[in-house]
């Protein structure tokens, strides 16, 4: 990847900022575009500003763009300054449930941003790779429908062929997706189209769950990161409905930027792909509850809720063989206790850091 001109939007959050320094330590010249919108959706526990200071220290050759993506002719702007190699996009409205207090301001930023940023690719440099961050909840509740069975701390798949989880052949449409995965779901069916209708180079990772230490947790998003710091910090924690037996999958965010850099150096065009920690890294909410309680030493003050977030999966595994099969180098190299131990460390280097202040 040296020399190449990558791009990245949502440089500030959490899987951008590992792409950031990912590419960086490349010897790539990256540019972030990041208006830390987290901190208007989620308010200050959102803000990014510490992660994009982070960065700004730590990086070689990396240049922040203060820009809006729902601002076109910004974007155009940006487009006709560099000629990226590179483009992955990761700024997005990422709250299933936020997204049902701000409708237009979600689609705008999650589908119209990707349609500039695609566009801009297009009449720009049309021969750049371009990766959408996209969302297992273009699913909608359809995973739902897989029989299930109840286990003492989580559900599972009933059936053997679904032991892997789920495929990219799971339907999107006539299905409860959330406003939110109804916004991904029109940014995920467009990247597609600018990779099938005009040829381009482009490939939507459709994550489960992301997580990692760069993650700016807040309750409606970063359900690990926001769990540890509920722990630590002796706050109550609300679970909604399936009992607390819901099932997610885990991926570290330097996972989700390797499977990038692995599409990247042998792209292909207009594919789709689940992105996520797979079974290994599964976790019910009780079961996670447990083990950072462990790891913590400290007891999570939680509630139990007895309705489920609407169209919330009760199990939902990402099969990670399409991806495997095209890129056989790619395999997932942080489990889910280094995970844990990652988020742990850095929460607790914050709070001490808030506690000497
Ligand atoms: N984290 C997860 O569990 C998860 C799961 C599935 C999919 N995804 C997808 O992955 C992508 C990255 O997620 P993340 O967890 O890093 O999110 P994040 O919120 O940590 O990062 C997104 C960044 O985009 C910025 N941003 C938002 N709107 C913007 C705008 N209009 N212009 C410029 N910047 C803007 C925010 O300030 C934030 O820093 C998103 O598309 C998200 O939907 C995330």
Not at 178 to 190: I, N, R, T
Not at 261 to 268: D, H, Q, T, V
């Amino acid at each position: 990847m040296a020399s190449k001109t990558v791009l990245v939007t949502g440089s500030s959050g959490l899987i951008g900022s590992e792409a950031v320094e990912h590419f960086d330590r490349q010897g790539c010249e990256v540019h972030g575009v990041d208006n830390n919108m987290r901190r208007i959706f989620f308010g200050d526990p959102g803000d990014t500003t510490w992660n994009l200071d982070r960065l700004r220290r730590d990086t070689n050759n990396f240049t922040h763009h203060d820009l809006d993506i729902r601002d076109r002719i910004a974007m155009e702007t940006l487009f006709r300054s560099y000629r990226f190699d590179l483009i992955i996009h990761c700024a997005a409205q990422p709250s299933h449930d936020k997204a049902r207090d701000i409708p237009i301001l979600d689609f705008e930023v999650n589908a119209l941003g990707t349609v500039n940023l695609l566009e801009a690719t297009r009449l720009h440099c049309p021969e750049a790779v371009f990766i959408l961050l996209s969302t297992n909840k273009v699913y909608g509740d359809a995973p739902n429908e897989i029989p299930l069975k109840e286990l003492e701390t989580r559900w599972d798949y009933a059936r053997p062929e679904d032991y892997n989880g789920i495929t990219e052949s799971c339907r999107i449409d006539r299905t409860l997706h959330s406003l939110f995965g109804a916004s991904k779901a029109s940014a995920d069916l467009m990247a597609q189209e600018y990779g099938r209708y005009f040829g381009m180079k482009v490939c939507v990772l459709r994550g489960g769950c992301l997580t990692g230490p760069s993650h700016s947790g807040v309750e409606l998003h970063g359900f690990l990161s926001y769990l540890v710091k509920a722990t630590l910090t002796g706050r109550t924690y609300s679970v909604f409905g399936y009992k607390g037996k819901q099932v997610r999958d885990n991926i570290h965010s330097y996972d989700v930027v390797r499977a990038i850099e692995e599409f990247a150096a042998n792209p292909r065009r207009g594919e789709v792909y689940n992105m996520g920690g797979g079974r290994e890294n599964s976790i019910s909410m009780i079961e996670a509850i447990d083990r950072i309680g462990r790891m913590t030493r400290k007891e999570l003050n939680w509630r139990y809720v007895d309705e489920s977030r609407k169209g919330d999966h009760i199990c939902y595994i990402s099969d990670l063989s399409k991806f495997r099969s095209h890129y056989p180098h790619w395999r997932i190299t942080r489990s889910l206790d280094t995970i844990l131990e990652e988020i742990i460390a850095a929460q607790s280097r914050l709070q001490t850091a808030s506690s000497g202040s």
